[in-house]
């Protein structure tokens, strides 16, 4: 198992790059499209809330995505 500083935003694969820092990014992004769609359902903006909720899921999956590349190869991440 590879070990990598936290402060790295990418590591070099055999097949490419992961950018661990765009996972994190990509999380955010969740939580506050998550967020927004709460406030939208607050307000009644139901068609809003719903947009809002898709791109929270398209978000949380990107960094499913990273991360779950990141673990197949083996990566891990120094404390």
Do not use: F, K
Request: charged content about 20%; proline content about 0%; overall charge negative.
């Amino acid at each position: 198992m590879r070990t990598v500083s936290i402060m790295s935003s990418s590591h070099e694969t055999g097949t490419g790059q992961i950018d661990l820092e765009e996972a994190g990014r990509q999380l955010e992004m969740a939580a506050h499209e998550a967020r927004v769609a709460v406030t939208c359902l607050g307000l009644g903006e139901i068609d809003d809330a719903h947009t809002h909720a898709i791109l929270a899921r398209a978000a949380a999956e990107g960094a499913q995505n990273l991360l779950q590349v990141a673990v197949a190869t083996g990566l891990a991440i120094a404390t």
